[in-house]
């Protein structure tokens, strides 16, 4: 089993900056990916970043150029940094960890929320 805690979600104004963190323990996969979803209300679970053990990184579009996501693998931890928030990227956020040669079983934290206001 595989254990994620998040940190880092809150209340910004639309520009803002807000970095969430998500600390892996447990039976981690030695070749995994973790990322980052969000889920607005009435919509869909979507991938906002994602990034492989060995560091290959992927956006979704509405992301690129103001989200970074990196990790520091000694520390099993994921970091996504969020700049120029916009109202729209309001949402629950929720870490995730996959085996990345199985593609499952999949891991989820407990959710953060993020709320830009503007």
């Known amino acids: 089993q595989v254990q994620l805690a998040e940190s880092g979600g809150g209340l910004v104004q639309a520009g803002g900056s807000l970095r969430l963190s998500c600390a892996a323990s447990?039976?981690?996969?030695?070749?995994?990916?973790m990322g980052w979803y969000r889920q607005a209300p009435g919509k869909q679970r979507e991938l906002v970043a994602l990034?492989?053990?060995?560091?290959?990184?992927n956006y979704v579009a509405s992301v690129k150029g103001r989200f970074t996501i990196s990790r520091d693998n000694a520390k099993n931890t994921v970091y996504l940094q969020m700049n120029l928030l916009k109202p729209e990227d309001t949402a629950v956020y929720y870490c995730?960890?996959?085996?990345?040669?199985?593609?499952?079983?999949?891991?989820w934290g407990q959710g953060t929320q993020v709320t830009v206001s503007s």
């Open positions: 990034i492989t053990s060995g560091g290959s990184t």
């Open positions: 995730n960890l996959v085996d990345w040669i199985k593609g499952e079983p999949n891991y």
């Open positions: 447990g039976s981690i996969p030695s070749i995994n990916a």
